[in-house]
C-alpha cells in the first residue's frame, strides 16, 4: 500500500453516470491511489456531479472548452505522480479489486509494463457480454509487430508510469482509435500481459464515443484500416503520416477505401449503423437506419435484408 497509484479518468459530458464510476474507485481494496478526472468542457452537470463527491483523493481539472480525447489523455498523463497509472473511463466501472490484481501482475512479471484484463459490456437494456483478453503474453506481443488486432483493451490497463511518456497523437482525419495507434506505438518499447479476471466493466450506451451515430464520420468505418497505413509508413518509411503537409494523401486513401467497399457493398454504412444500434440496445434507432439503406438504395437487396435483420434477428 505504500505505492502510489494514479488513476486518470478523461470525462466528458457523463454526468448522467460519472459517481458511478468515481464510487467504483473509491472502493477498491487498494486505497493508496489518487484520482485524477480531467473534464473536457462538458455541456451537463457532469462537474458538479464530479464536486458531489467529497473525498481527498479526487483531484479535478476543467477545460473551458473542448480539446479532444488525445489532449485530455495527454494532460492526465502529465499531472500523474504515481508509480503506476491505471486508465478509468468516465462512464465504466472497475470491480473492488482491480489495482489490487493488476498491480500483482506487474509485481509478477518484472518484464511486463502494461497489464489488461477481460472486461463485461452491459447495455441500457440490461444485456450483459463478456469479452475475453488474450492471455499469451507472446502471442499478444507479437501481434502488435505483425499488424494484427491485438486481444488487449485500452480502458483496462495498467501501467508502470514511465509508459504514460509515450503522448497521444491527433489522427486528423478521424475520430476514434487514437488509443490503438498510441498501443502500437507503446508496443514498440513496452510489453504486455493480460490478468485472467474480469475486473473492468465497459457502459455501451448512445453517448459512447463509439457510438455518437449521426455525428460519425464515414471514414471512421476505415479506422483499422488508417492506422496501419499510418503505422507502416512510419516503422517502414520512417514518414510520420500525421503531419499537415500529408493529409491529401490521408484523404486520398481513405476516399480510395470507401469506393473500394461501396462497390462490393453499397449498403455497408446504413447497416453498419442499423446493426451497431441494434446490438447497443436501440432497436428504434436501428430502424431507423434499416430504412435509410432502403431508401438510399431501393433496388438493392442488402437494404431489406438489413430491415429483416433488425426486426426479427437477435
Not at 284 to 309: D, E, M, T, W
Amino acid at each position: 500500500m505504500n505505492r502510489l497509484v494514479s488513476v486518470v479518468m478523461p470525462a466528458f459530458n457523463c454526468g448522467k453516470y460519472i459517481q458511478e464510476a468515481i464510487l467504483s474507485i473509491l472502493a477498491q481494496t487498494y486505497s493508496n491511489f489518487e484520482l485524477i478526472i480531467w473534464d473536457d468542457g462538458s455541456t451537463d452537470d457532469t462537474v458538479h456531479q464530479i464536486e458531489a463527491i467529497n473525498d481527498g483523493r479526487i483531484v479535478l481539472y476543467k477545460n473551458l472548452k473542448n480539446q479532444g480525447y488525445p489532449s485530455v489523455m495527454n494532460s492526465l498523463f502529465e499531472k500523474a505522480t504515481g508509480e503506476f497509472v491505471m486508465i478509468q473511463d468516465g462512464d465504466d466501472r472497475s470491480h473492488p479489486n482491480r489495482i489490487n490484481s493488476l498491480l500483482s501482475v506487474l509485481d509478477q512479471n518484472p518484464e511486463i509494463d502494461l497489464a489488461g484484463s477481460h472486461l463485461t459490456r452491459f447495455y441500457e437494456n440490461g444485456k450483459t457480454d463478456s469479452e475475453l483478453s488474450e492471455l499469451s503474453a507472446n502471442k499478444l506481443n507479437y501481434d502488435f509487430k505483425i499488424y494484427a488486432r491485438p486481444g488487449l483493451t485500452f480502458g483496462t490497463l495498467f501501467m508502470r508510469q514511465s509508459v504514460t511518456k509515450i503522448r497521444f497523437r491527433n489522427l486528423m482525419l478521424i475520430t476514434r482509435a487514437q488509443d490503438i495507434d498510441w498501443l502500437f506505438r507503446v508496443s514498440e518499447f513496452h510489453h504486455f500481459k493480460n490478468s485472467d479476471s474480469f475486473l473492468y466493466e465497459y457502459r455501451q450506451h448512445d453517448k459512447s464515443m463509439s457510438n455518437a451515430y449521426d455525428k460519425e464520420s464515414i471514414y471512421n468505418y476505415f479506422f483499422w484500416e488508417y492506422i496501419l497505413f499510418v503505422m507502416q509508413f512510419r516503422r517502414e518509411k520512417g514518414i510520420d503520416l500525421l503531419k499537415p503537409k500529408h493529409e491529401k494523401q490521408l484523404a486520398h486513401f481513405l476516399n480510395e477505401s470507401i469506393k473500394t467497399k461501396k462497390k462490393a457493398d453499397s449498403v455497408f454504412w446504413e447497416r453498419h449503423l442499423a446493426y451497431r444500434a441494434k446490438r447497443n440496445g436501440f432497436k428504434l434507432l436501428a430502424i431507423k437506419y434499416a430504412l435509410r439503406a432502403v431508401r438510399n438504395h431501393p433496388f438493392n437487396r442488402g437494404s431489406y435484408q438489413c430491415v429483416y435483420k433488425v426486426l426479427f434477428q437477435d
